[in-house]
């Protein structure tokens, strides 16, 4: 008879809910209250003291200080909050990426300016009117430069061959001022001249090291921007509806229970973390090879591109080859003569300033080199500190922001209550997330705009690595460069061929997120499924056959 009172006794403890301590009495809530306050909610309908917690949907359903109200705004406040600590580690990485442009371009533009200013300072002395005559078309050589340094859409080899040409023309006329030439005249001087090298090799001298350095720099300039603007793009993804429930659970569950002291395990924060972030951490492989492409033009415009001596002496080539035609002006203008004939006499007749201001040249190169030295130096080693961001982010939040304990903390918030994290780490990227427990990633449907920018990532690649060994690439837009139209290409066939399950299934895998339309098409494979007229009919007749026999 005494075994009665002791088994009902074991089943009324046994069937009481846990609460984190062992006190009967109810925890105070005073703490959940003050951070509720703080987040700018109302305490309204706030518990003084825990309650039942049958009404959470997210948090474990134990004893809580929160209400449904209280754990939905919680989960709508943990979203933007992580939200925005993913843009301001974006944005981090952005005014790193950004300053190295700006530094970069200032050096490079202030180069050209230099140079240009150079030219313009000195060849009124040295040239006279072969000069002030022709300034427009040093102007448009250096317009032309700066706008193909821009990104804009000019052939630079076109572009320095028609200086040359239109320099020639000019200059032709000038030191041949007793003669009436005409435009169909400079058009048969121009294809006799060019056989004879009027300036001598600079033309094509300039044309080899000029095309490369400015190739260099734009593409390298180029390439900070480009990925600047692919972290901020990134970074303005939002979270899944999945992922704002584990990030909830992860940062204010523990709050609700009454656990405030007690930080997020480890490795717990950072399966979370890395199920949010999996799209992100596809970018890696594609971001370093873009940050290593950018130290190897880095490298190049230090170096064998030599960008300082090339662009800085512009205005010395151009007067070097001046010089040349000013002394090589009678072989030139004979050989002229002999293949178009000799022009008409001019009426205005000539004047000898010009030959008499046939000065040397002076103009002395300021090198910058050490400058650029210094720039090239200070951004590899901010392109190399930035190679690993995407994959190290998850610990860099986990560890700075989420303040996670450390990893061999057994009395850590595991997303149940204070204890040790058993489930292992998972890996980096989108198909690892398949056995995520704490995040569901359906790993068939990648993000399409993370997707978009891997291929930004490719591009520019793509553009630096032609830069590197001084071939041109047009900048042209590149909204068109995805291949596909959304059917799931972007996927790998070894991902898109799992579908993330929390409980087994017997259903076969889909093998691509939307099917492709080609050969029988779509419409095809939904006829042959449909049952036919007849069919229908059999199955109908049956139906009402087998009522009258159950009547």
């Known amino acids: 008879m005494r075994v009665f009172p002791w088994g009902f006794w074991l089943l009324c403890v046994a069937s009481a809910p846990a609460r984190g301590d062992s006190g009967s009495k109810a925890r105070s809530c005073a703490e959940v209250r003050q951070l509720y306050g703080a987040k700018g909610f ?39 909050e992580f939200e925005a ?10 005014a790193t990426l950004t300053a190295q442009h700006r530094s970069f371009d200032s050096y490079f533009q202030d180069l050209l300016n230099k140079s240009e200013k ?21 102007k448009d050589l250096y317009s032309e430069l700066r706008r193909y340094y821009r990104s804009s859409n000019i052939n630079l080899e076109e ?13 032709f006329k000038l030191l041949n001022p007793q003669y009436h030439i005409t435009d169909e005249y400079l058009d048969c001087m121009v294809k006799h001249a060019e056989q004879h090298k009027p300036f001598g090799e600079v033309p094509r001298d300039l044309k080899v090291k000029a095309t490369r350095a400015f190739i260099a720099a734009r593409s390298y300039a180029q390439g900070f921007l480009v990925g600047s603007d692919v972290v901020k793009k990134v970074s303005q993804v939002s979270l899944s509806h999945e992922c704002t429930r584990a990030i909830m659970k992860l940062m204010y569950c523990p709050h609700c229970r009454g656990m405030s002291s007690v930080r997020p395990c480890n490795n717990y924060c950072l399966n979370v973390v890395k199920g949010c972030l999996a799209n992100q951490a596809d970018l890696s492989t594609e971001w370093k090879y873009l940050m290593d492409s950018l130290i190897g033009v880095a490298d ?24 040349n035609l000013q002394e090589n002006k009678d072989s030139i203008t004979s050989k002229v003569f002999q293949g178009c004939g000799n022009p008409k006499i001019s009426t205005k007749g000539s004047s000898s300033e010009d030959k008499k201001r046939r000065g040397k040249v002076t103009l002395e190169a300021k090198s910058s080199a050490q400058a ?24 860099s939040l986990c560890s700075k922001k989420v303040m996670a304990s450390s990893a061999s903390d057994d009395k850590c918030w595991n997303g149940m209550t204070k204890g040790s994290y058993l489930p292992q780490v998972m890996g980096d990227g989108l198909a690892n997330q398949i056995n995520n427990p704490e ?23 793509n553009r630096l690595g032609n830069a590197n060994i001084g071939n041109d690439v047009d900048f042209q837009d590149t909204s068109d460069d995805m291949s596909g139209s959304g059917s799931g290409d972007s996927c790998p066939d070894d991902v898109c061929g799992k579908r993330l399950s929390k409980s087994p299934s017997t259903r076969q895998p889909e093998t691509n997120a939307i099917p492709k339309q080609s050969g029988h098409g779509i419409n095809g494979a939904s006829s042959r499924s449909l049952p036919s007229a007849s069919l229908l009919l059999l199955l109908s007749v049956a139906v009402i056959a087998a009522q009258h026999l159950w009547r």
């Open 42 to 80: 109302s305490l309204s309908g706030v518990p003084q003291a825990e309650i039942s917690g049958e009404h959470l949907r997210i948090c474990p359903q134990g004893y809580t200080c929160c209400t449904s109200e209280m754990e939905e705004n919680f989960a709508n406040k943990s979203q933007s």
């Open 85 to 94: 600590m993913m843009k301001e580690s974006g944005r981090s990485v952005q």
């Open 118 to 138: 150079a030219l313009y300072d000195a060849f009124p002395s040295m040239y006279g009117e072969l000069y002030t005559q022709n300034v427009k078309v040093f």
């Open 159 to 171: 572009a320095l061959n028609e200086f040359w040409t239109r320099l020639l023309e000019r200059l």
């Open 300 to 323: 190049r415009i230090d170096g064998p591109y030599n960008v300082d001596t090339v662009i800085g002496t512009i205005h010395m080539r151009i007067a070097e080859a001046i010089s």
């Open 372 to 395: 650029l030295e210094m720039l090239v130096l200070d951004a590899k080693g901010n392109l190399t500190a930035l190679k690993t961001y995407w994959i190290t982010l998850p610990s």
């Open 439 to 461: 995040v569901e990633v359906d790993i068939t449907k990648p993000d399409m705009t993370i997707r978009q920018q891997i291929m930004q990532l490719k591009i520019m690649t």
